[in-house]
């Protein structure tokens, strides 16, 4: 915008032009240039020191009567009536400020703070002793729980999963959920499904085994996969070495074992003995430490009593054993 055309603008704002001129600056602000002036304009305007409340007042007497006579004369364009105005404007525009800086910090202190999101309460359940116990989760999915195990979740799953915590052995029936995998946590150990059937035990010294029976199943550790299991495999994870065994399973029985079917395949008599102390409430002594590494297969219904149970495996692991008050068991070496 050339100067003689910004001279032609300020004329036409003041009301000093002629009607020759009022036209020719009414098309010049349809011009791509006028947009620039204006903000030009705008800034030198609120730049200007504010004049005395005396002064203002006439101004705006001033301001009244001009208005007045331009619309008598012509109907002005919305942005330049406002910009011609624009400083003395500012004084009011001040006080403005300062009552919309006051509210803001009068509700900052009065209002009353936002409440915390509630935390999701958590439920657990412990099975003290006995045949597996049958727990139904959020999700409808079923968890059948040994005894001396524990098992803790959410009372609603919220976000993309489903987790849990366990600490023991359980057999899981999990309503399938593709939007939302569930997750076991098992120590460092976690188990990731969809939707499937499975257990998962956790054996001494921090060992722990994933059986499938229906479905896949992804084990990882520390965020890393290491098996990925389908319908009768297993695998075992040894903790202190770090390394995941792969074998197979009996689907039938380990279907049996959530109906409270004793089942032992290839396990220590440690091992054995911390699972029938669970279910029976009994104690179990080893008085020759090397009975308790003998390596054991049996099967036994749930009807079985300790004794019973005791007396098969007596014989299979070739030792002898005395009970005080139906309580204790001490278990000897045979040889």
């Not at 994933?210 to 996969?225: E, I, L, P």
């Not at 049996?298 to 019973?308: D, P, V």
Request: charged share 20%.
């Amino acid at each position: 915008m050339t100067e003689s055309e910004r001279q032609l603008l300020l004329r036409y704002f003041h009301n000093t032009c002629t009607d020759a001129e009022r036209r020719q600056a009414q098309e010049l602000l349809r011009s791509p240039g006028a947009a620039q002036f204006l903000q030009d304009l705008a800034q030198q305007e609120w730049d200007e020191p504010i004049a005395p409340e005396d002064a203002a007042a006439a101004a705006y007497e001033r301001m009244r009567a001009n208005v007045a006579g331009r619309m008598a004369a012509d109907k002005p364009a919305p942005r330049p009536s406002i910009l011609v105005h624009l400083k003395r404007y500012r004084h009011a525009a001040s006080w403005l400020v300062l009552l919309l800086v006051t509210a803001a910090v009068l509700y900052k202190v009065v209002r009353k703070p936002e409440a915390e999101p509630l935390a999701i309460a958590r439920i657990v359940q412990t099975n003290q002793h006995g045949v597996p116990v049958k727990y139904q989760l959020p999700d409808s999915s079923v968890i059948y729980l040994a005894a001396g195990s524990t098992i803790s979740y959410p009372e609603t799953f919220t976000g993309n999963t489903r987790e849990v915590d366990m600490e023991g052995q359980a057999f899981f029936e999990v309503t399938r959920n593709p939007e939302k995998p569930f997750i076991i946590h098992t120590g460092a150990v976690a188990t990731r499904v969809l939707g499937t059937s499975f257990r998962v035990s956790t054996l001494d010294s921090g060992n722990v085994e994933v059986a499938v029976a229906t479905g896949k199943v992804g084990v990882s550790q520390q965020g890393k996969t290491f098996a990925t299991l389908t319908p009768g495999n297993k695998v075992k994870w040894a903790a202190k070495e770090q390394q995941a065994t792969l074998g197979k399973v009996d689907i039938a029985r380990l279907l049996a074992w959530k109906n409270g079917e004793l089942f032992f395949e290839q396990q220590s008599m440690q091992g054995i003995a911390a699972e029938m102390q669970s279910r029976y409430g009994i104690q179990i002594v080893f008085k020759d430490k090397q009975v308790s590494q003998r390596i054991i297969s049996g099967t036994f219904s749930a009807n079985k009593t300790a004794t019973q149970v005791m007396q098969v495996l007596a014989v299979a692991g070739q030792f002898r054993y005395e009970i005080d008050n139906n309580q204790t068991y001490s278990i000897y070496n045979s040889n």
